[in-house]
């Protein structure tokens, strides 16, 4: 008897600690997504609520786009611990129609917003009939060009029209040029959200969409594995993917099919 209680003693003993351990890991989760830079910085407007349970995330509540809602997922499920991720975000008011000068405003400042090498908040985006215009401010004409690329490589983008002012030295503000880190913060940012970033950087920019690319990510340094049709799409991907926030380094293990 005395030997079947110890046994009984120890059985329970190891239950409450898995359970222990378990909720330790889904307020570790739920933490690490509240305070991750992508919540605090694209999703710092919208209502998000995240629940995890054993590592299965329920996220629930209503984001301002379309691509809020999976840049949420993506963060989320790059997570430590994460199992899966339910998904029940729904988009405030009407969705544009998929190809609409609307939906390609919103999927170029977007992917603007993305890529630290250019300024998405200087840079206003028109759209009439699938032709983009481009203006505002830039700090070189190395930014200007630059800009003028990723809207042109996004999926429906017919062409691009780029009245976008290059500042003179007289009128440029203190800040560094294109192909420099403009943003302290970088350095600090975390391995899930550059993982998110990533993944959505190459699926919104039209000549990397369709690569099957894997994505993993630490202390910054990014690797890239998958397949490829050409060593071209392989650069093209390096390209992308170094000029998003946060990433130190980009190590590319793609092959050549």
Known sequence: MSCLALIVTVVSLFFVNVSLFASETDDRIESSAKESYVFKTYLKSDDIKIQSNDGVVALTGTVTEESHKSLARETVSSLPGV???????TVKGEVPAEYSDEWLIAKVKTTLFFHRSVSATETEVLAKDGIITLRGKA????????????????????????????????????????????DVVTESIDDASITALVKMTLLFHRSTSALNTTVVTKKGVVELGG?????????????????VYGVKRVVSKMTVQ
């Open 139 to 182: 700090t070189s004409a190395a930014q200007k060009d630059l800009t003028n690329e990723y809207a042109k490589d996004v999926e429906g983008v017919q062409y691009v029209k780029n009245e976008i002012t290059v500042l003179t030295a007289s009128t440029k503000p203190n800040k560094k040029s294109v192909g420099e880190k403009v």
């Open 227 to 243: 397949k490829t049709k050409t060593v071209a799409e392989k650069n093209q991907a390096t390209k992308i993917v170094s000029d």
């Open 83 to 89: 199992k899966s991720v339910d998904n029940n975000l």
